[in-house]
DNA sequence: TCTGGGGTCCTAGGACCC
DNA sequence: TCTGGGGTCCTAGGACCC
């Protein structure tokens, strides 16, 4: 193996972002149990305040059960519209001293700074201006990859800034789950556990026969790497979207089958106008309907030519539904659209250049 | 008191072609 | 008449992340 170059990635975080925007407009709430929540029957959190996450309130539990476990709290609505804006204010900020910045999610982006030659220093004062320009407070993660640099700030937050090697993670992190891993699930956490493997150490020492005979090797492998916070994953500045989605959980489950097509050709001329507005065409249109009973089905179908065009996707989501057809009430729909033009080569029947030559 | 919405990536199996 | 293997495209489901 040749060496290879030293490598400072750091992860930003905002802390308990939605409910932070909401703090610095609303001060006199400052100090209070906040929890960022929708008001329909089957809303879930988005975010609470530190002072409300005491109570065991926490990002994507039912909005009914958080207020069961913190009476006291305000519940506000989200406003996404202040939370772009507010995430816009912090990330300019951060680009203005870094340049390969990769977003991930509206609050948390990863920062390559293994050509900075005092990242430490940057990081400090990056921190200071956000908190004095925004009132947001940054964690910060430090490290040789993604996965340590994500795990570090994600343990350490609120207001974290730690820096960590490989093997100070390594050792670090032993006594805790897997789950505290990147891509180690709650699903993949109850496997690990019906093999024994309860701490990141424990996965560490697994026989990689056993992991491989019980996830298979490709997993095995990267449990394994995993467990050793090996990653050489790069920043990735830009990442074109391949794909895109509307759905809709009903408030209560619907068995009307207008109803539901009125839902579907709805969602099917969001994505279309979103498409348009973005100048891409996809050839895959695809419909998700969620029986009451939980159960999920998909139905694609890819098309012959690209389109972006609202009536196409609409009568095709349609069909899909339609031969389909839910015999339960369905309690959630959605429409996406894939398989983008650019994306991947396209298949070109005749190529365009042959056309024109003459005979 | 049940479980949002927007995404990515992986796997497995079938169709089809060479 | 029977049998092969590889590659690509597509569908469906599932795990995971923010």
């Given at each position: 193996?040749?060496?290879?170059?030293?490598?400072?990635?750091?992860?930003?975080?905002?802390?308990?972002?939605?409910?932070?925007?909401?703090?610095?407009?609303?001060?006199?709430?400052?100090?209070?149990?906040?929890?960022?929540?929708?008001?329909?029957p089957?809303?879930?959190?988005?975010?609470?305040s530190?002072?409300?996450?005491?109570?065991?309130?926490?990002?994507?539990?039912?909005?009914?059960?958080?207020?069961?476990?913190?009476?006291d709290?305000?519940?506000?609505?989200?406003?996404?519209?202040?939370?772009?804006?507010?995430?816009?204010?912090?990330?300019?900020?951060?680009?203005?001293?870094?340049?390969?910045?990769?977003?991930?999610?509206?609050?948390?982006?990863?920062?390559?700074?293994?050509?900075?030659?005092?990242?430490?220093?940057?990081?400090?004062?990056?921190?200071?201006?956000?908190?004095?320009?925004?009132?947001?407070?940054?964690?910060?993660?430090?490290?040789?990859?993604?996965?340590?640099?994500?795990t570090?700030?994600?343990?350490?937050?609120?207001?974290?800034?730690?820096?960590?090697?490989?093997?100070?993670?390594?050792?670090?992190?032993?006594?805790?789950?897997?789950?505290?891993?990147?891509?180690?699930?709650?699903?993949?956490?109850?496997?690990?556990?019906?093999?024994?493997?309860?701490?990141?150490?424990?996965?560490?020492?697994?026989?990689?026969?056993?992991?491989?005979?019980?996830?298979?090797?490709?997993?095995?492998?990267?449990?394994?790497?995993?467990?050793?916070f090996?990653?050489?994953?790069?920043?990735?500045?830009?990442?074109?979207?391949?794909?895109?989605?509307?759905?809709?959980?009903?408030?209560?489950?619907?068995?009307?089958?207008?109803?539901?097509?009125?839902?579907?050709?709805?969602?099917?001329?969001?994505?279309?106008?979103g498409?348009?507005?973005?100048?891409?065409?996809?050839?895959?249109?695809?419909?998700?309907?969620r029986?009451?009973?939980?159960?999920?089905?998909?139905?694609?179908?890819?098309?012959?030519?690209?389109?972006?065009?609202?009536?196409?996707?609409?009568?095709?989501?349609?069909?899909?539904?339609?031969?389909?057809?839910?015999?339960?009430?369905?309690r959630?729909?959605?429409?996406?659209?894939?398989?983008?033009?650019?994306?991947?080569?396209?298949?070109?029947?005749?190529?365009?250049?042959?056309?024109?030559?003459?005979?």
């Open positions: 193996m040749t060496s290879t170059p030293r490598r400072v990635i750091a992860h930003l975080d905002i802390d308990a972002f939605y409910a932070s925007v909401e703090l610095r407009r609303r001060p006199e709430l400052r100090g209070l149990p906040v929890i960022v929540a929708g008001s329909g089957r809303a879930v959190v988005t975010t609470a530190y002072e409300a996450r005491r109570f065991g309130v926490d990002s994507a539990m039912p909005a009914a059960r958080a207020r069961a476990l913190c009476p709290a305000i519940v506000i609505a989200p406003d996404f519209e202040a939370y772009r804006r507010a995430s816009g204010e912090v990330w300019s900020l951060v680009r203005e001293q870094v340049p390969v910045i990769q977003s991930a999610g509206i609050d948390e982006a990863y920062l390559e700074l293994s050509e900075e030659p005092f990242p430490v220093a940057l990081l400090r004062a990056l921190v200071q201006n956000v908190r004095e320009r925004t009132a947001m407070t940054l964690s910060v993660g430090i490290g040789p990859s993604r996965l340590v640099a994500k570090a700030s994600a343990h350490f937050k609120p207001a974290a800034f730690v820096a960590m090697s490989r093997e100070q993670a390594v050792a670090h992190f032993a006594a805790h789950p897997p789950r505290v891993l990147q891509g180690i699930g709650p699903k993949t956490a109850e496997r690990l556990i019906a093999l024994g493997i309860r701490t990141v150490g424990e996965l560490q020492a697994a026989p990689t026969q056993l992991l491989a005979q019980r996830f298979g090797e490709r997993m095995a492998r990267e449990l394994h790497a995993r467990a050793h090996f990653d050489d994953s790069p920043v990735e500045p830009v990442r074109i979207a391949k794909s895109r989605s509307s759905e809709l959980t009903f408030p209560t489950d619907v068995a009307d089958a207008a109803a539901l097509e009125r839902a579907l050709v709805g969602m099917a001329h969001e994505l279309g106008e498409l348009r507005a973005r100048g891409r065409r996809a050839r895959t249109i695809a419909i998700k309907v029986l009451d009973d939980w159960t999920t089905v998909t139905r694609a179908r890819t098309v012959e030519h690209f389109t972006n065009d609202s009536e196409t996707i609409a009568v095709i989501s349609l069909e899909l539904l339609r031969a389909y057809a839910p015999v339960r009430p369905v959630l729909l959605g429409v996406r659209v894939a398989s983008f033009e650019d994306e991947s080569p396209a298949p070109s029947p005749q190529s365009p250049v042959q056309l024109v030559l003459p005979v």
